[in-house]
């Protein structure tokens, strides 16, 4: 890996949300490695510079708002002659319950507005980090529950399941994914309800 994008919308209003626990990871890990970020006019994004391992891996957060993600990622990735197979997206992730976390390589974008604008533009290959967050219940209510923010029980779990991610990264940046999805997946973390409104 390259390239860690985490996802997220900009602005104070949207940082304490479901939709924004891509940018919490990558806050996160930028967090222990003591770098901060610096924005990037030319590629619309936010950026941080750190060594996972030996390797030399650029943060990335975009600052086009969600729906537009892609267009921070290729520019980036287009500039730097970064290929779409070593990049790794963390994203929200209704599927999985709060402190659930998840690795995995291509696929569709589940519906997901951010991943479906990447693969618009890169096309599908790049690895993905799954941050449970719960869902709703009802489709009609996805909007409005990944738009708000988690419990405090549900915000405990999801930082937890950063904290996981973010101990296994130097494997995935390293290419040891298979070893790192067979870990996360017997990982038995305890599901918490997510009965709280919110978020897209």
Do not use: C
């Amino acid at each position: 890996m390259q390239l860690i994008v985490g996802l997220g919308n900009p602005g104070a209003q949207y940082a304490r949300t479901r939709h924004n626990a891509g940018f919490w990871l990558v806050d996160a890990l930028a967090a222990t490695r003591g770098a901060g970020f610096r924005a990037e006019r030319r590629h619309q994004a936010e950026i941080a510079s750190v060594t996972i391992g030996d390797r030399a891996v650029t943060l990335l957060k975009p600052l086009t708002f969600m729906n537009a993600s892609g267009a921070a990622v290729a520019s980036y990735a287009n500039y730097f002659r970064i290929p779409v197979a070593e990049i790794l997206v963390a994203h929200d992730e209704l599927d999985l319950a709060p402190g659930i976390v998840r690795l995995k390589r291509g696929g569709g974008h589940g519906g997901h507005n951010g991943l479906r604008d990447i693969t618009a533009t890169l096309g599908a290959d790049f690895a993905r980090v799954r941050i449970g967050i719960g869902h709703p219940g009802s489709a009609a209510q996805v909007v409005n529950y990944v738009l708000g923010a988690p419990s405090a029980a549900d915000r405990e779990a999801i930082e937890r399941a950063i904290t996981r991610a973010v101990e296994v990264l130097p494997d995935v940046v390293a290419g040891r994914f298979d070893r790192v999805m067979n870990l996360l997946n017997r990982r038995a973390e305890p599901a918490t309800a997510s009965g709280d409104t919110a978020a897209e």
